[in-house]
């Protein structure tokens, strides 16, 4: 079993497909272990995405991340890291395989609907910075 962090941005929540996501994870095997609703602070923003922080479109992502709420859930399940990237499709949806989360409710290379972790490591780091042990249930 594995966990990874989900983010549904800000972009998907504005336009009221947070349910649809979550049905994407639930009816492919990935379980909401926690979950909540947020609005993301510059400083958090900046903290979470620091390892793209040298990136040309880094002060972009910093600033679409936090320009309405976000949904950060913790998704569990057999090789989760990988079945929510794969749920997921390409970063950017013009390049996103037909019926991923991208591909459906995506609009751009940084309006993109959701983020998901990369690695198992990450995962489990992300999962910390938004959740104690007693939220993950
Ligand atoms: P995420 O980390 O959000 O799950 P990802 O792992 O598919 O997405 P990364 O390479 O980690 O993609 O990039 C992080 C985010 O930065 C992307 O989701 C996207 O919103 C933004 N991004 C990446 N590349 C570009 C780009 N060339 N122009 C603008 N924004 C970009
Ligand atoms: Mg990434």
Redesign the pocket.
């Known amino acids: 079993m594995e966990q990874t962090l989900s983010?549904i941005?800000p972009d998907a929540v504005k336009k009221g497909v947070i349910g649809k996501i979550i049905d994407r994870f639930e009816s492919n095997g990935l379980r909401v272990a926690a979950l909540k609703k947020l609005q993301l602070s510059t400083k958090d923003a900046k903290e979470f995405?620091a390892?793209?922080k040298d990136?040309?479109?880094f002060g972009?992502?910093v600033e679409?991340?936090t320009s309405g709420p976000v949904v950060v859930i913790v998704l569990e399940g057999e090789n989760a890291v990988a079945k929510n990237?794969e749920l997921?499709g390409?970063?950017?949806p013009k390049e996103a395989a037909k019926g991923t989360i991208r591909a459906d409710f995506a609009e751009?290379?940084?309006?993109?609907a959701?983020?998901?972790?990369?690695s198992l490591e990450n995962a489990n780091n992300e999962i910390k910075f938004f959740f104690s042990k007693e939220e993950i249930l």
């Open positions: 983010i941005k995405y390892i793209h990136r040309p479109f972009e992502l679409f991340m990237r997921m390409a970063t950017d751009s290379i940084d309006a993109n959701v983020h998901g972790s990369d």
